[in-house]
Nanobody
């Protein structure tokens, strides 16, 4: 059994910053990648950023230069540093952990950016 738990969401004014954290725990053998997705009201879920166990990263164009993903492999934890936040970043952010084909999702954390 694997648990994926996010934290760090909240309400922030436009231009502000937030840092999301996500920790995977349980019966973990090896992690291929961890990432962040988001779903805004009325929209489909979209990729925000992903990082592989080797440190390769990929970002959505909309967040490049503003968001940064990083990991603490020893703690099976992934972080998303979000700077220069915009109202369009308002969404529920979900953590995703890929254990080489077995994919687990967190429950989501709300991020609200006020204008």
């Amino acid at each position: 059994q694997v648990q994926v738990v996010e934290s760090g969401g909240g309400l922030v004014q436009a231009g502000g910053s937030l840092r999301l954290s996500c920790t995977a725990s349980g019966n973990i053998v090896s992690i291929k990648a961890m990432g962040w997705y988001r779903r805004a009201p009325g929209k489909q879920r979209e990729l925000v950023a992903v990082i592989t166990s080797g440190g390769m990263t990929n970002y959505a164009d909309s967040v490049k230069g503003r968001f940064s993903i990083s990991t603490d492999n020893a703690k099976n934890t992934v972080y998303l540093q979000m700077n220069s936040l915009k109202p369009d970043d308002t969404a529920v952010y979900y953590c995703n952990a890929d254990f080489w084909g077995n994919v687990y999702w967190g429950q989501g954390t709300q991020v609200t950016v006020s204008s």
